[in-house]
């Protein structure tokens, strides 16, 4: 009686089985490869039935247009930029647009969102109260009517430039934004540029040594006073060798506005609070269920240890809540970038309005830009929910989670 | 099993050996799997169904309805009233066209479009025409896939300010802040013109005509600027029209005209003789109290033009009196201009470049005959 096994079928041809199959096995594989050329062939209708309507239209299809001039002017630029530079570059004006206010946006969003979640928890009525009325009006009312009750709120209050609020005479403060003194570069900038540098590098290594000391030997190192010298001692002394790094140019009223100076577009500042605030409503409730998920076994034990309630919060219970706050916490993060594209009500540059609104009207690239736009906010948005995973993992990892 | 082949195709009227090959040779292990198959031809069949049509006038009699794409409200071009009736200079082309169409100037569905939409919709099908204060570029003409067919007012563009600023032309606005309403030729005539007499400004582009003048009048800005008949539009929405002027300058030539897509020529024919055969009768004295009259006489050209003689509006495809209609529908162009942004409407326009060209504007409409 021969006793050798039965001969096993090969592995991939089971693999692909049970990956596409499933429990129908090779009759689910036909489905679903059925399924795929169906989507492929809807696709491919798609594309081929928009090539030929663009045809018969006479519609120039492609990316040359991106070379042609613009020729309208953008507000508020971050790299310089002209009526006569080519669409390419209002691309990239309004990403960078679209960047900065969400960038700013989110830093105070989840500043704000913790404050307020942190008012919340607080065994204080009024606290608590003040914190659940902000919330639950904030987050009920449209992001849109917000933006535009800040845009409206922002310029009423403001005077016109002529009686603008001097700040000490250097800022200006209007209804045509706020006007600082812009920094422009002098003889002593390379030289501090390098020391400032130099101290930032030195004093993260020397805070790696004085973690290392800690953990591994128990050791505590005082390194701040080395850190203070390293990032203001330091610097200062360049200056007092090679000359100040820049000098400030003042706004001066000249005409109908300011020349001269840097100025925050209102536009900017009602996107930028109205946004923020937002967020922050749903970021308070976010962070409120991440620390109430902590055990308050937690809690009692740090008082127990003789920790004070902010050290208690700050060194055990946040880095634990912060598990369950990180992943909601992405969503909203990259809601308020989404939601950055209602700028155009309120006239902000970002790329939503000078892109896929002027350009795609001036150019009638429809689909080109449409496409670009959809692609890099897809992609601003894996970036962000990227960054914020691996954050999240560090967190898991450094709780042996 | 072998049934539900035919009898898809039978449904989706379609002999099209393609889909009959998919779907009499996809043959599920279940009858609701082909089911669901069976569905997601369907779609795909409805989308390849879209095609391109070049029978605008086909589509548009089988709808029973003309689709016009109109501003979002500019007085005297476009906007609504307060039972939601659109007047306009605009809209009395939509209603002409729909007039010599269906014979009934109430058959026209207007989509109100923000002007950085308006090429898309147009595009896209969604509007059969867009009558909607734009300006005939070359640019436009050729790249955004439509045609222009004439103009239904000479414009250009100029500048509103506060009167308490105490500025009388345009060359003292260096340093201003400047609104506009996005993807407007206004936006870059505004840069060339500030560019051209080395000035600086700022410009503050809106999505809306409505957004621009609510910021202009928040003082978000020191010049509204748009072309000029709506600037004047624009000043009666103002609290007090009467603390703002239009300034002197006018900087560019802004003809707005009606757009059609490329690729139907029936159809650019008829919005293109609708105007002309506005600015015909105007010529011709033929209004809509007397069109009837007019239509009795034995004056061969009257003839020709109202229709009891010759054929030409069934070449366009219409009826041969289909300029009667046009003229019942909404008068010839003269009082459409006076109803709706001349003496008879509050905005008051002189006719200046818009008169006839016999009586020294540039209106001029090629014979019909």
Known sequence: MSTEARKPPPQIALKIRRILGGKAGWNGVAVQLAFAAILGWIGYEIVSNARANLENQHIAAGFGFLRNNAGFDVNQTLISYTGSDTFLRVFVVGLLNTLVVSVVGIVFATLIGFVVALCRLSPNWLLSRVGEIYVEIIRNLPVLFQILFWYLAVLAALPNPRQSISLLGIAFLSNRGLVIPSPVGGSGLEPFLAVLALGIVASLVLRFYARRALFQQGQVIRIWPYVLGLLFGLPLATILVFGLPFTFELPQLKGFNFAGGSRIIPEFVALTLALSTYTAAFIAEIVRAGILSVHKGQMEAGASLGLSRGATLRLIVVPQAMRVIVPPLTNQYLNLTKNSSLAVAIGYPDLVSVFAGTSLSQTGQAIEIIAMTMGIYLLISLLTSAIMSIYGWRVSRSLGA | ?369
């Open chain 2, 1 to 369: 099993m072998t049934l539900a082949g035919p009898v898809l195709n039978a449904w989706l009227g379609t002999d099209d050996p393609e889909t009959t090959f998919l779907v009499t040779t996809l043959k599920g292990p279940k009858p609701m799997k082909r089911v669901t198959l069976a569905l997601t031809l369907a779609l795909a069949a409805g989308l390849s169904a879209q095609a391109a049509d070049a029978q605008t006038l086909k589509t548009v009699k089988d709808r029973g309805m003309l689709s016009c794409g109109v501003s979002q409200g500019l007085p005297g071009f476009s906007s609504p009233d307060d039972k939601g009736n659109w007047t306009g200079l605009d809209v009395d082309v939509c209603r002409a066209i729909a007039g010599a169409i269906f014979n009934d100037p109430t058959k026209v569905k207007f989509v109100p479009l923000s002007a950085k939409d308006r090429f898309t919709a147009l595009q896209s099908g969604e509007i059969d025409v867009l009558s909607r204060n734009t300006t005939w570029t070359i640019s436009r003409d050729t790249s955004l896939g439509a045609n222009f067919t004439g103009v239904t007012y000479y414009d250009g563009q100029g500048f509103m300010v506060k009167k308490s600023l105490k500025v009388n032309s345009a060359l003292e606005l260096n340093s201003a802040s400047v609104c506009v309403q996005t993807g407007t030729t206004t936006e870059q005539n505004l840069a060339d013109y500030f560019k051209a007499n080395n000035m600086k400004y700022e410009v503050i582009a809106f999505g809306t005509n409505d957004e621009t003048v609510k910021a202009y009048e928040a003082g978000r800005c020191d010049v509204f600027t748009t072309d000029q008949s709506g600037l004047y539009a624009n000043r009666l929405k103002l609290a007090n029209p009467n603390d703002h002027m239009v300034l002197p300058e006018i900087i560019s030539k802004e003809p707005l005209g009606p757009m059609v897509r490329h690729g139907d020529d029936q159809w650019f024919d008829i919005v293109k003789w609708t105007l002309f055969a506005m600015l015909t009768a105007e010529e011709l004295g033929v209004t809509s109290k007397n069109v009837d009259e007019k239509a009795k006489l034995e004056n061969p050209e009257m003839k020709r033009v109202l229709g009891t003689d010759g054929n030409f509006g069934e070449q366009l495809g219409l009826t041969k009196d289909w300029v009667v209609r046009i003229v019942k529908a909404v008068g010839n162009y003269g009082e459409a201009f006076d109803r709706n942004v001349g003496a008879g409407s509050p905005l008051a326009i002189n006719r200046g470049l818009n008169n006839l060209w016999n009586k020294g504007g540039l209106q001029y409409a090629p014979p019909i005959r």
